[in-house]
């Protein structure tokens, strides 16, 4: 399962799935989002116990959106925000994570970051924001969160490991080989186990009011872009009582 910009590799009960637009610095487009949602379907449907999203470039993970194309469903490929997993996913990042690339990867369960690798949240320097970073006070030390929001200043890897923002501190270039060691524990693991303690794990630590936000639009986008929504709408304007099937 390739696309233009999205990878999606699957074996021995691990995924991989790559982000490859390096002549962008891999900036994300709606499209880049919306394949990639695709893959996380396909790893959450499948045999796959664990996933490891990377970059197909070491100097940056991703430099966010690309405002050239502006992704405005971006939410719907971000996990806990557009859809649950209770599968493990790790992310592997090696030098710059920006904007909705930092909070794409910031979203995932385990983080492995080389000792080089910055996080950046810049929209409180460019002047729009969509508040989807919000949702990292549940990730990281509020007081460390907000001083990445607020000043738009740069987190060194280092300072996120120490901070409990990262699992892994690695060299420049080995965060994919660390991840995939993890990702081989993982999925070595007993899986319901795994699944339930994530999930079991997530629900104590509770849902920020961007993710209920995100949560409501998709329960409503899904009745109202229903075979039932627009067999009603066409049984309204015919003058006849609705058939509901659920679907």
Not at 68 to 75: A, I
Request: hydrophobic residues 45%; charged residues 25%; contains cysteine.
């Amino acid at each position: 399962m390739n696309f233009e910009n999205i990878l999606y590799e699957e074996a021995d009960g691990i995924a991989e799935i790559t982000i490859c637009r390096p002549e962008k610095r891999n900036a994300m487009t709606g499209q880049m989002f919306a394949d990639l949602r695709q893959c996380w379907d396909r790893f959450d449907g499948g045999d796959a116990r664990v996933a490891i999203l990377k970059a197909c470039d070491d100097k940056v993970f991703s430099a966010g959106a690309d405002l050239n194309d502006p992704p405005e469903l971006f939410w719907h490929a971000v996990p806990e925000f557009g859809f649950r997993c209770d599968k493990p996913i790790i992310a592997a990042i090696s030098g710059k994570a920006i904007g909705a690339g930092m909070v794409l990867a910031m979203m995932c369960d385990f983080i492995v970051l080389t000792v080089d690798a910055e996080l950046i949240y810049p929209e409180a320097k460019i002047g729009v924001a969509k508040g989807a970073v919000s949702a990292l006070v549940k990730r990281g030390p509020l007081r460390v969160v907000q001083e990445m929001m607020l000043l738009g200043d740069p987190i060194s890897a280092q300072r996120a490991h120490e901070c409990g923002m990262a699992n892994r501190l690695v060299a420049p270039g080995t965060h994919v080989d660390e991840a995939r060691k993890l990702a081989r524990r993982i999925a070595d693991n007993a899986p319901l186990v795994v699944e339930m303690l994530k999930r079991m794990s997530l629900d104590a630590v509770g849902d920020t009011p961007i993710q209920t936000l995100f949560d409501v639009t998709r329960k409503v986008d899904t009745v109202m872009n229903s075979q039932d929504a627009a067999d009603a709408l066409e049984a309204f304007r015919n003058k006849r009582a609705p058939v509901f099937h659920g679907r």
